[in-house]
């Protein structure tokens, strides 16, 4: 195996406690900061060329936003690292029972195309707080970018900890087939089926992993609303780096006196934003591949073209659309559109939006807008999903302190802030006893005796709170 002899390079180092001090995991992440800082200009030029992005977007999603996950980190790691003291019974009121939080080890993170830095670098940060070796594999389909990280990024970091892999689908099915101690995976669209090849894999080494595997997001749009609002916190979201997020609303739901008032509002939002022609847009970001341009230009066949609708295979250009009338039957409802397409599906009311929800897969993101509280409170009770943002679109994502991850065929696992650090982390429980006092252990030793067992139970049994005994 081509990479046989890096990942034991990596784990022999891992081996010798090299990761583990608090002092080398905050250098190593101070030298991603200085990635950040110092290659910032590259960063902006490579993510324009793979997939267009405006320097706005790629400012706010792959550098401010793994900043902030870095500072986070650093801020609290010392907290985090500690060993954290539980609860001890009678029996054990002299001994020590903690948690430590070991490292898993040599940790595997396959990263996606369309957020080509922030989706290698937070789970990274994650990786690294937490004590362990890593491979990082970045998308080939994102190219210009994938060679920034593999020429750059071991230039910042351990040689002897850290590795950058590069290459397509044959050279992550080699990469696999070595025993890693956890895989961390973030797909694009359609990867459910990606990520059962994953968990395959892992499976042959009992291998521990989180999925990232996205979704078709609902966005529930109720009667009561502020429509300009909403059309331009979905426009937002939805066309952000072309519709190349996971998180995107995928589809609206709405009743069709709504769908009717929100056409006009979405159109006049993408002309606020991208102008008349969003193609003269510097604003307005590119299909990645030839690939996927086909794949998402195959989806304008669904309901009918209410706004935009344009397209050019030569620029892999395709305009902010929306489609109305779409019936849960048309192509755009059978896979993740993943592209600047919102399909709008109309409904009766809220009780049918959900069971529109809860009769499909479990999406990585529910949306619910309405000026009543009670029918977001509604839309988040009665539904299941990695996710939830009531009146608003994409931010939650933003938050270090709330955990982000899929649910069932969105994916598994989650990561964001300290809850990378956990995902890292395999939580060890231990007790310390002294080696004295063996008479205090007599009660438990052959040959047994009820009057013995009568100490345990008083000493080392749980009782429910409030519970009355009567003597």
């Known amino acids: 195996n081509p990479f046989a002899g890096l990942v034991s390079h990596l784990r022999a180092s891992w081996l010798n406690g090299k990761t583990r001090p608090m002092e080398y995991r905050v250098a190593q992440l101070e030298a991603l900061g200085r990635f950040l800082d110092e290659k910032k200009q590259e960063i902006l030029e490579a993510t324009a060329s793979d997939l267009g992005k405006a320097p706005f977007e790629t400012e706010l999603s792959e550098i401010l936003l793994c900043k902030n996950e870095l500072h986070a980190t650093l801020n609290n790691l010392s907290r985090w690292m500690k060993d954290e003291h539980v609860d001890k019974n009678l029996a054990m009121q002299?001994?020590?029972?903690?948690?430590?939080?070991?490292p898993y080890g040599v940790v595997l993170i396959i990263a996606p195309w369309n957020y080509p830095i922030h989706l290698f670098l937070v789970p990274l940060i994650g990786a690294i707080a937490a004590g362990n070796s890593v491979i990082v594999k970045p998308s080939e389909v994102s190219k210009k970018t994938e060679r920034l990280v593999a020429e750059a990024l071991p230039g910042y970091l351990d040689k002897d900890c850290f590795a950058v892999v590069t290459g397509g689908v044959q050279d992550t099915t080699r990469l696999l087939e070595n025993k890693f101690d956890y895989i961390f995976f973030t797909g694009t669209s359609c990867s459910p089926p990606v990520g059962r090849i994953i968990m395959t894999a892992a499976a042959k080494h009992l291998t521990p992993v989180t999925l990232e595997l996205g979704g078709k997001n609902p966005c529930y749009v109720s009667d009561t609303c502020d429509v300009t609002n909403v059309a331009r916190r979905v426009a937002w979201g939805r066309f952000f780096n072309a519709g190349q997020t996971c998180i995107a609303p995928d589809y609206l739901l709405c009743t069709v006196e709504m769908q009717e008032k929100l056409l006009p509002a979405l159109q006049k939002a993408i002309e606020d934003f991208y102008g008349p022609n969003p193609r003269e847009s510097p604003d307005f970001g590119r299909i990645v591949s030839d690939k996927q341009f086909q794949r998402v230009q195959r989806l304008l066949g669904s309901g009918r073209v209410a706004l935009g609708g344009q397209t050019d295979e030569a620029e892999r250009y395709i305009a902010p659309t929306v489609l109305a009338d779409v019936l849960p039957s048309d192509p755009a409802m059978q896979e993740e559109v993943f592209g600047p397409i919102l399909p709008i599906v109309v409904i009766a009311n809220m009780d049918e939006a959900i069971d529109f929800i809860n009769a499909r897969p479990r999406p990585l993101a529910i949306y619910a807008f309405s000026s009543n509280d009670k029918v977001v409170n509604q839309v988040l009770e009665r539904t299941s999903s990695g996710g939830f943002c009531g009146n608003d679109t994409l931010m939650h994502v933003t938050l270090t302190?709330?955990?982000?991850?899929?649910?069932?065929?969105?994916?598994?696992?989650?990561?964001?802030?300290?809850?990378?650090?956990?995902?890292?982390?395999?939580?060890?429980?231990?007790?310390?006893?002294?080696?004295?006092?063996?008479?205090?252990?007599?009660?438990?030793?052959?040959?047994?005796?009820?009057?013995?067992?009568?100490?345990?139970?008083?000493?080392?049994?749980?009782t429910r709170k409030n519970d009355c005994t009567l003597l």
């Open 94 to 102: 002299l001994d020590s029972a903690f948690i430590r939080k070991d």
């Open 401 to 462: 302190s709330l955990p982000f991850g899929g649910i069932g065929n969105s994916g598994l696992g989650m990561y964001h802030g300290k809850f990378s650090f956990d995902t890292f982390s395999h939580r060890r429980g231990c007790l310390k006893r002294g080696m004295g006092r063996e008479p205090l252990n007599a009660p438990r030793y052959p040959p047994y005796s009820q009057q013995n067992f009568r100490v345990i139970q008083a000493t080392s049994r749980v």
